[in-house]
Structures are given as structure tokens and as C-alpha cells.
């Protein structure tokens, strides 16, 4: 038995006396942790700055919980102590990185403790190994510009903002086509287990610990805490956004689907999205746009992207770019911008496939006949090429073990109106789902944890499921993460 663990049932001990006591169990957790780690990594008073700062969540649905403190942990014994104080006050909890996950109860919490990583944001690079770490805390936008003065990146978001619970959930970065996602870039994890141990999670530590981490999804084995990654160069990038009117939908689709099916540089990169919004189109089609993201890993895309910048825009921003910059496409703090009453929803299907057009023209019909129910609507086009497929199995592969590409994801994104009533948005988000469902998922193709809804089950539809559930079983044997906090269900 590791010294950890020991430290760890010696807390739970402590604990498991002071939790019998008959104060509720979000503020007797809190005032567990409050007596070990101390007032100055615990914030009780719903009024202080920090306090607000950590309960504002990209689907600010969430926002409106209150927990009943927000512990601020600086190490990863500070973790264990946190998650011993939960377990023996039985209280819920949850884990918060970004804060970007729209899933009700992923990273929120209503009367139980939140455990805000934001402070756990140690960052290094090695010269020697090219080995990058970093703690869970922060933006990946905040990991970019710190690993550019090495010329190194890590592969994360495409866009600045989000939070590292991305790579727990696989990742698809602008680099994923050369790298795999970014979990594949995991080296070595260092975990906090339900039970409060401090472990290893590596090809040689934990090793099943480690497979499930890569991809299967955050909240689920354990609290990462540091992560080791295999680091990229970042040198110059060809990239921008080039925003086109929505009577170029088809050719532009007939791009994107030619992109899925045929490119292969791996350098090139792109997210196609359609965009609806609510305004009147006045037959000018005013309320719709098509936004490309273009990224290419040096300064001459050659003709990766003339499909693409040959079709008549409104706007083309393609220039030269540091990798920073292009995590600040197309503006600066445009996750925080896009606040608002988030949902994700996903579809997968293959490269040869006329679901391309069916999706637009349902997503569209939909978006016609629910105006007033939503302020945006969002398509994106997410391709992975078998580079990638390639890229993830040569490192070992992830917990999706991806069939080999050239497939695609399909984000849905529904921002509704704040002032809802519950019975309307229950309606438009049932009536939503359904659209979404209508285009028939691929049969063998997992659906992307990163951009599904609770009730679409993502991990279900992996090769590995059966796998997972071992994995799940024997890290939370006794269930304390699957009752106690949200998450993806292995049921
Ligand atoms: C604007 C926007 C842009 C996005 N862009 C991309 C993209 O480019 N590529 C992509 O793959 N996805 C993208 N996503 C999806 C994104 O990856 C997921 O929403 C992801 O869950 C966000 O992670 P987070 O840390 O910000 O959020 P959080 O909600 O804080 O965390 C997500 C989940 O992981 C858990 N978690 C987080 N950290 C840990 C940890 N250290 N240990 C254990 N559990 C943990 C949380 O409890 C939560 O359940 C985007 C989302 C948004 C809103």
C-alpha cells in the first residue's frame, strides 16, 4: 500500500468522524476541507469575486447553482484531502476545469463542493525530451503562449478559451490531422483516484488507468492533476477565417465534403460551420452565414485550401500567424463571448456519404420553422483523416481506438433566448434532438464525448465500452464519482 493511500485513509478516518455529524453535507464537507487545508483555499460567500468568477460556465444554465464552498486545491494532496472531506460527508461534488462542458452537473454543482482546478497551473518544458507538463488549470490559450517562447505547442483547443477537460474527452485540435487527438499526446497522468490515492497513469503505470483516461472522458476515474505530453513545434501558420453569403451553401459544402474525402495533408486543416441566427432573413438571407476556419502548419498551403478560397466571400482573413493567434480565430475571447444558454449535441458519419447535405437541409428547415426559439444555431464540420486515425494508433491509440478515417463529426450547437419558460425550453430541446437524430448516425463510429449531449450516451457507442466499464468498476468501485457528481454514463 502506497504512502498515499495510507495518508488518504488516515484522512478519510479524520473525516469519517467529523461527517456523522448532522450538518448538511455540502457545508460539512466544507468545513472538513476549511479546517485542513485552511480559509485561504476555501471560499464560502456567494458574494466574493472568486466565488462568482468559478460559478460562470459557457452554458451559463449552470451559473445559477450555488455550491456550498469552492475549494481552490494547490497540489494534488490538497485534491485528496478535498475528495476524502466529500466521501465522508456523502456530499456531491464536482470537478471544474474550463468550465466549458454544457452537461448539467459535469463540472457544476448545486449544494456540494466545487473542486475549482484553476490553481493547479504549474507549467514546464524539457528541452531534452520534448516532454511538456502542465497542471489542469487554465486555458489552453494560457498553455499556447506559454510554450511558444520554445517554439513548442501542446495539441489542444482550437479555440483559446476552453479548459483542459478537452483532452480528457479526446480533443480535436487544428494539429490533430499530424498528431492525433490530443489525448494521444498523453505521456503520463498523474491521477487522484475516487479513494483518495495519488497514482501514475502511464504505458507502464496503471496502464488501463491511462487507455481510459485517453479519450473517455473526464470525471469519470479519477482528478488529473498534472500531465505530461509529447510537446509539437509551433513555428508559423497560414491561417484565417473566410465568412461566405448563405447562397454559397452548396459549393461550399461540395468543399468541405471534397476536403473530408480527399485531402491529404496532413498540415491542412479546417472546421467548416453554417450559422443561423433568429433575425428575419428579409429573402436576403441576412440571418445565415458560412464560416470556414483554415489552418495550415506553415506559411505556403500550397493548394490545400483553393477549393475553398475560389468560391465568392464576404471576408478572408488568411495570413501568416503565430499558433496563439490562431487559437484567437476568428476573435479574441470568443468562448467567453459566446456565453449563453449553451447546448452540444453530435453526429458521426462517413466521408462517402450524401449526410453532408441531409444534415444542412434538416438543420435549416428546423432553424426556419423555430424562429424565436434560439438565438444562434451552429453546424460545424469536423473531418478526421486517416492521418489522424493514423497519428492516434501509432501512439498506441485511444479509448475511442478510432476506426480509420476519413470520417466526420458533426456539432450542433442551440443557444436558446435566457428568459425561457422551462416547459418551452424543454419543448425546443426535445424538438432539437429530434432534428438531430433524424440524420442516421454511422453503424461503428464513435460519437465525440467533446461535443455530446448527456442523453446521446457517447461512450456506448466506442468499440472499447465493455472495456471501460471494467476500468470504471475498478476505479470508482463503490460508485463514489457515478452518485456523487455528473458525468457520462457506463451504465
Ligand atoms: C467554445 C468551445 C470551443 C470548443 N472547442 C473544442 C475543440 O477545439 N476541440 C475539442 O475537442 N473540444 C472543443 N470543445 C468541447 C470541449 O472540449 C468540452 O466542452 C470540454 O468538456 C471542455 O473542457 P473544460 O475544461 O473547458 O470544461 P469543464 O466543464 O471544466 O470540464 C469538462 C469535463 O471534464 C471534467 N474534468 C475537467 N478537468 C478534469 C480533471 N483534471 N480531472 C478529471 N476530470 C476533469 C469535468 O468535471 C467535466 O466533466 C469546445 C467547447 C466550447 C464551448
Known amino acids: 500500500m502506497s504512502v498515499m493511500l495510507l495518508f488518504a485513509l488516515a484522512i478519510a478516518g479524520i473525516f469519517g468522524q467529523i461527517g456523522s455529524h448532522a450538518t448538511p453535507a455540502g457545508p460539512s464537507a ?117 510554450f511558444v517562447r520554445y517554439g513548442r505547442t501542446v495539441v489542444g483547443a482550437r479555440l483559446a478559451g476552453v479548459g483542459t477537460g478537452l483532452a480528457l474527452g479526446g480533443g480535436m485540435s487544428y494539429l490533430s490531422p499530424q498528431y492525433g487527438m490530443a489525448c494521444d499526446s498523453f505521456r503520463e497522468l498523474e491521477i487522484v483516484l475516487p479513494d483518495g490515492e495519488i497514482v501514475t497513469a502511464s504505458n507502464t503505470s496503471n496502464p488501463d488507468l491511462f487507455f481510459a483516461s ?22 508559423q ?14 459549393t461550399v459544402l461540395e468543399a468541405i465534403s471534397n476536403f473530408i474525402q480527399y485531402n491529404n495533408d496532413p498540415k491542412a486543416s479546417i472546421i467548416g460551420t453554417y450559422e443561423k441566427l433568429p433575425t428575419p432573413d428579409l429573402n436576403l438571407n441576412l440571418d445565415e452565414a458560412i464560416i470556414m476556419f483554415l489552418v495550415y502548419d506553415g506559411q505556403d498551403s500550397g493548394s490545400a485550401f483553393a477549393n475553398f478560397t475560389s468560391i465568392p466571400y464576404l471576408i478572408n482573413t488568411l495570413n501568416i500567424k503565430t499558433y496563439p493567434d490562431v487559437a484567437n480565430m476568428p476573435i479574441p475571447y470568443s ?17 462517402d456519404t450524401d449526410e453532408y447535405r441531409t444534415a444542412v437541409d434538416k438543420w435549416r428547415d428546423w432553424g426556419e420553422s423555430n424562429k424565436g426559439k434560439y438565438l444562434l444555431l451552429s453546424l460545424d464540420f469536423q473531418p478526421v483523416p486517416k492521418s489522424l486515425t493514423d497519428a492516434s494508433k501509432a501512439q498506441g491509440g485511444n479509448a475511442m481506438q478510432m476506426p480509420d478515417g476519413p470520417w466526420f463529426w458533426l456539432n450542433y450547437l442551440i443557444t436558446t433566448p435566457p428568459l425561457m419558460s422551462g416547459p418551452d425550453y424543454d419543448a425546443v430541446q426535445s424538438s432539437f434532438r429530434d432534428m438531430v437524430a433524424s440524420t442516421t448516425n454511422a453503424e461503428g463510429l464513435p460519437l465525440f464525448i467533446n461535443d455530446a449531449s448527456h442523453d446521446q450516451n457517447p461512450l456506448s457507442t466506442f468499440s472499447t465500452y465493455a472495456k471501460l466499464q471494467e476500468i470504471k468498476k475498478k476505479y470508482d468501485p463503490d460508485n463514489f464519482f457515478a452518485d456523487r457528481t455528473g458525468g457520462w454514463s457506463f451504465a
Open 335 to 351: 468562448t467567453e463571448i459566446s456565453r449563453g444558454a449553451n447546448i452540444f449535441r453530435v453526429g458521426v458519419h462517413r466521408a
Open 30 to 146: 466544507c468545513s472538513n476541507i476549511t479546517s485542513h487545508l485552511g480559509s485561504s483555499k476555501v471560499v464560502n460567500s456567494e458574494l466574493n469575486l472568486k466565488y462568482i468568477n468559478s460559478t460562470e460556465y459557457y452554458n451559463t444554465l449552470q451559473d445559477a447553482y450555488k455550491p456550498s464552498c469552492i475549494v481552490y486545491p494547490k497540489s494534488s494532496q490538497d485534491v485528496s484531502v478535498a475528495l476524502q472531506a466529500i466521501r465522508a460527508a456523502d456530499s456531491r461534488f464536482a470537478i471544474k476545469a474550463g468550465g466549458h462542458n454544457p452537461n448539467t452537473f459535469y463540472s457544476s454543482v448545486d449544494d456540494g463542493v466545487l473542486i475549482d482546478l484553476s490553481s493547479l497551473n504549474a507549467k514546464s518544458y524539457d528541452p531534452d525530451t520534448t516532454l511538456a507538463t502542465y497542471g489542469p488549470g487554465g486555458t489552453f490559450g494560457d498553455l499556447y503562449d506559454y
Open 237 to 250: 501558420f497560414f491561417a484565417g477565417n473566410i465568412i461566405y453569403a448563405f447562397q454559397e451553401k452548396d
Open 214 to 235: 485517453r479519450g473517455g472522458g473526464g470525471n469519470a476515474y479519477g482528478v488529473v492533476t498534472k500531465y505530461t505530453v509529447q510537446s509539437r513545434p509551433a513555428g
